[in-house]
């Protein structure tokens, strides 16, 4: 059982380039979630989806696309990579949504922006 | 989207027992009380989470106040491997999965 698998675990991109990082879950969970991670922080929002088809803008959505199109991936997409995206990139998902269930994560991608 | 409230650091001794706070003066009656934490180059785990009563796991116990705008996670005897960031957030029971993590309590275990 793989779990919360993200890929690529490492990229770097020059500015303006686009790139796509895919998350991927064997737990047939409906809930999944992108965050950033900048040094010394802790985890931003930046996009979710509660289920196959749908998404939603979390706290920080400016210069990310998402996609649910099969219910166990979720894409997260840089049309125009920029430095202030260089970061470490976290996906989770969940089965139980509302208030009990329980956040799996991956391991992060880490990008770089230059 | 409620918040909660957490100091930037603490340090404890192996084989102490730890208490790290978290304040949610906020909360809503259908607030769950949530805490993960992240070890060092990991993505974050579950650790526990609540609604009123005080709950008890093999990592930790999490001790929630009557008032439930206070909460305590408790590691009854730390070792060197629960140096972590702990995160304590709140998921509600409206349907909203915004979940919004704030920075965390970097817990340094000294041996």
């Known amino acids: 059982n793989a779990g919360v698998t993200q890929t690529p675990k490492f990229r770097v991109l020059k500015t303006g380039q686009s790139m796509t990082l895919l998350c991927a879950q064997d737990m047939n969970h409906e809930y999944m979630y992108w965050y950033r991670q900048d040094p010394g922080m802790g985890l931003r929002l930046i996009h979710y989806?509660?289920?196959?088809?749908?998404?939603a803008k979390g706290e920080v959505p400016d210069g990310y696309n998402v996609s649910r199109l099969k219910k166990q991936n979720f894409l997260l997409g840089l049309e125009s990579a920029a430095p202030s995206q260089t970061s470490v990139y976290f996906c989770?998902?969940?089965?139980?949504?509302?208030?009990?269930?329980?956040?799996?994560f991956g391991e992060g991608s880490r990008l770089t922006v230059l | 989207d409620a918040k909660t409230t957490q100091p930037n650091s603490m340090e404890s001794n192996e084989e102490e027992p730890v208490h790290l706070p978290c304040n949610h003066s906020?909360?809503?009656?259908?607030?769950?009380i949530h805490w993960y934490r992240q070890l060092p180059s990991q993505g974050p785990e579950y650790v526990i989470h609540g609604l009123t009563s005080n709950v008890n796991n093999r990592m930790a116990s999490l001790a929630i106040a009557e008032d439930r705008k206070s909460s305590t996670l408790i590691l009854h005897r730390a070792t060197l491997r629960d140096a972590a960031v702990y995160y304590c957030i709140l998921r509600g029971g409206g349907g909203s999965e915004k979940l919004v993590f704030g920075k965390g309590t970097k817990l340094t275990v000294n041996p």
């Open positions: 906020t909360i809503s009656g259908t607030d769950y």
């Open positions: 989806s509660v289920g196959e088809g749908t998404t």
């Open positions: 989770a998902s969940s089965y139980f949504g509302g208030s009990t269930g329980e956040l799996f």
